[in-house]
């Protein structure tokens, strides 16, 4: 018997959010080392695609025959695609596998996201297992992914999933292959997680009620993504230069937040990056998410065991026990094949 399994990275955006709703906009989305599995196992049974998952306690069963609505939206949404596109014949039981990374525990024990895609993850490796043409999958992901949020989205963290670390946009995707190694992501739990869709909908409003600063903000943006790009590829090390344009591509999603009135960078996760970004590998700090309060991720290069521990140190002081963690820069998606 064979087992069939599917990963994909997470995903941190360091530039472009917002921006890159706009399918002429570009963003730094990074794939990083927490992975999304998913297990295909062939069952006896006719007529029937089962979704496992134990981190919701869900088992939920899906007729081929027919499509239907479940307490999990995104396991309908993936089964909507196999559906219409009859994409299965036999019959599979589809176990998720996710690294613990992508969750974390809040004070009242609530299971809470940390921003890094569980939700493309879950979409990418469970189409992934029916799907083996890349290009395809991303259509056909993409197409799931707005089915579930709402038609909202650019999709990013879909394609990420698949091609890994990339200059993203709606209309072209530039992988971002052979960066430096010495590269590591550190992600701090804040415990909230912050709704991307309500994100999406005040900021938009905001923007396209003040036309002008809109393409201001488009604009700015697309500039700070495309030197950012030139930065990380760069081979010496230009720390200052990064530290600068953080500085002002901060500045601009703080006005953007401001203006609409949304946490995009709230006060303690200023707090948070300003001193983090003191640390002498520390290049760049950024709240990634839709809000500000999805995990924070800052950029390092060869980040010591002595600048974390002073900055987890910090975070205690503000509240946040152990909420430091480090990622490295991982591939895109991949399938292997098991005997058991
Ligand atoms: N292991 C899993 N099993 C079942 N459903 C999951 C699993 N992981 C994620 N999901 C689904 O995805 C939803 C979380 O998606 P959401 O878009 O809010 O977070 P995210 O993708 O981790 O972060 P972000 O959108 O900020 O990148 C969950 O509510 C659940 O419906
Ligand atoms: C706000 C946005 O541009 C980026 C952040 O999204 P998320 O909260 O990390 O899923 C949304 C998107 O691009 O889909």
Redesign the pocket.
């Known amino acids: 018997m064979q087992k069939f399994i599917c990963s994909c990275p997470g995903?941190v955006l360091l530039a472009g959010g917002y921006a890159i709703l706009n399918p002429n906009n570009h963003g730094v989305s990074i794939a990083i080392n927490a992975r999304f599995r998913t297990e295909k196992l062939k069952l006896q049974e006719n007529n029937q695609i089962i979704f496992r998952?134990e981190?919701?306690s869900?088992e939920i069963k899906y007729s081929l025959n027919q499509i239907a609505k479940s307490e999990?939206?995104?396991?309908d949404a993936i089964y909507q695609i196999i559906f219409q596109n009859q994409l299965a014949t036999d019959s599979w039981l589809i176990e998720?596998k996710?690294d613990s990374a992508?969750y974390s525990q809040n004070q009242k024990n609530k299971i809470t996201?940390?921003?890094?895609?569980?939700?493309?993850?879950?979409i990418v490796s469970s189409l992934g297992q029916f799907i083996n043409d890349n290009e395809k999958l991303y259509q056909l992901a993409l197409q799931a992914n707005l089915i579930a949020?709402e038609n909202k989205g650019s999709g990013f963290?879909i394609s990420t999933a698949i091609y890994g670390s990339q200059l993203f946009s709606k209309n072209e995707v530039i992988p971002l292959d052979g960066l430096d190694k010495n590269y590591q992501i550190l992600l701090i739990d804040l415990k909230q997680?912050?709704?991307?869709i309500k994100g999406i909908n005040t900021i938009q409003k905001c923007l396209s009620e003040n036309q002008k600063y809109y393409k201001y903000f488009l604009e700015t943006s697309e500039k700070c993504v495309m030197e950012l790009c030139y930065l990380l590829k760069e081979k010496k090390l230009v720390r200052d230069q990064f530290l600068k344009l953080n500085q002002e591509y901060r500045s601009l999603l703080r006005e953007l937040s401001q203006l609409a009135n949304y946490d995009i960078e709230p006060k303690i996760s200023t707090e948070i990056i300003d001193f983090s970004i003191a640390q002498p590998s520390v290049l760049w700090g950024i709240c990634p998410?839709?809000g500000g309060y999805?995990a924070i991720a800052l950029l390092c290069k060869d980040v010591t065991e002595k600048e974390i521990k002073s900055i987890n140190e910090f975070l205690l002081t503000k509240g946040y026990e152990n909420a430091v963690h480090m990622f490295y820069i991982d591939h895109g998606i991949q399938r292997d094949i098991i005997n058991i």
Do not use: E, H, M, R
């Not at 997680?193 to 991307?196: L, P, V």
């Open positions: 995903k998952s981190q919701f869900q999990n939206i995104y396991f998720t996710p992508f996201k940390l921003g890094l895609g569980s939700s493309a993850g879950l949020q963290d997680g912050q709704s991307t998410g839709a999805d």
